[in-house]
């Protein structure tokens, strides 16, 4: 494996680390913007 | 130096680095822009490449210079300021100081591709001022930039820890105001007119208080997009120091206000999603509160059969669907369910269907004019087993559900109605608000009096004792939960059971 080619992959690594990690937030955070809510109630 | 072929290479990577997060940008910019995001998109993809080869077939250094400035405008701009600051920061650092102290909100997410769009947009801008750094040809400015470029993100990480902090800051002059925000007019007119003389009735009982207090009270309306104007009017140009809503259907639309302004917002409402912990509070028993109390007072009534007749309508579906679980815990029938549209004014087949079922008790729920209109058909039918949530209080002739049992808000201070009746003798007292908006009120007296910062009082508070009983919240929950309680209609009126 080259140097160039070892950077490579832990910068790929990198990202999908930051990129999943920020999926595992929003996905499970319970106060989302509240899509899906119902129009209409009364109270 | 870097020789040409470096140059020529890392110019080449910097444009494939700015294609692919004008990529990014573009799709992320399509929740807030729309369809206008593409063009943005197709600006941020053709003119970048239009400049490199510019510079590379003529060396025109104002090429370059444009190359440059555009790169920094998307570093500064959608790298730093929308994807880092607005974004990325808030879902690692900010999830993490709120999980560290209460003193930090909670953040709230849009949808998910925009958010994950935008920390891919950070990340994109790191590439491409990496390979634009590539094109600085003395290498002693280039390491001066990489770390000037260092510094910055460190200091945007300290100011975002200093500045997510919510600190406590005296009202100014002395003066705390509080907005009113419900709809007064329109098919909410009563719940709103009376929400707003509990409102004022619990101003009017402060005494001795260290601050003075304001109420900016606000018609907004039946309809959201209006009600959008009068909140902003509310929270921008009155400048409030916190809100208390009521209806579900404007406090969805309250809540970013109040998010953005960072003050507190406590809202009657029973969709809980709108309590978010963070600036918004919800303040009602849930459905699934009515529902278990309900269950619990029909067995007590040796009651074994159900028939359910309500209307298709989103809070009483909400109810039902409660209340069914409750039931078939506690191993009671539902005999026959019966939904019907609101225009419905004719219901005596679906009662002689019900009737068929042998029901110990008919559930009713619906909204005027169909629910007078049932009680007057029930009546004449000759059925008084009659039971409901919340329902015999909104009637306008509450005497057709005589003798029938609902749950409803409590009254743990029954002397609080009597007194809003003397007040207020020509306005109706709504049971299923009244007293959690005379207590919203006071929870944020308390938190200036007491001199914390009203939101950080509200997500650190698990216990309040008040006209409604005793009100709790878990941890990190922005859902206060309360007991509802048994009523009847005795001699017309909406009376308390066992009080």
Known sequence: MTRNTFVWLVVIAALAVVLGGASLIVANNPARAGAGAPIGFIH | MHSQ????????????????????????????LGSGALVLGAALLAVPPALWIWFRRTGNRWALAAYGIINAWIVVGFGVIKGLWGITLPIFAGTFLSSV??????????????????????????????????????????????????????????????????????????????????????????????????????????RDKKYRYELVIRDSGPDPEKARQVIRRVVDDDQVDAIVGGISLIGQETKPYATAARIPHLCVCTVSWIGDGAYNFTNIPSPEAEGELWAREAQRRGIKRVALLTQDYPSINNHVTALKVEVARLGLTVADEQRFDGSVRDFRSRITRAAASRPDVYYVEALEPGLDLLGQQLGDARIHNVSAVVAPSLSDKPALFEGAWYTDSNLKDIGFKRRFEEKYPDTRFATHMMPYAYDSVNMIVRAFETGQNPAVYLRNLRRYDGT?????????????????????????????LNQ
Do not use: C
């Open chain 2, 101 to 206: 102290s209460t003193a930090y909100p909670k953040p709230v997410f849009g949808a998910f591709g925009f958010e994950i769009s935008g920390v891919a947009m950070f990340l994109g801008s790191l590439f491409i001022l990496y390979y634009g750094l590539q094109l600085v040809p003395d290498r002693g400015r280039r390491v001066a930039l990489s770390g000037v470029a260092a510094i910055g993100v460190m200091a945007i990480l300290i100011a975002f820890a200093a500045l997510d902090r919510d600190v406590w800051r005296p009202p100014t002059q002395g003066v705390v105001k509080i907005g009113v925000i419900v709809p007064t007019t329109g098919p909410y007119a009563m719940l709103g007119n009376s929400f707003v003389k509990a409102v004022q009735m619990a101003r009017d009982d402060l």
């Open chain 2, 468 to 496: 409604a009983g005793l009100l709790t919240k878990a941890p990190t929950s922005g859902n206060f939960a309360s007991r509802p309680a048994v009523w009847t209609i005795a001699s017309g009126k909406p009376a308390l």
């Open chain 2, 5 to 32: 072929n470096e140059i020529e290479r890392a110019g080449w990577r910097s444009v494939v680095a700015v294609a692919l997060t004008a990529v990014v940008i573009t799709f992320n910019h399509v929740f807030t």
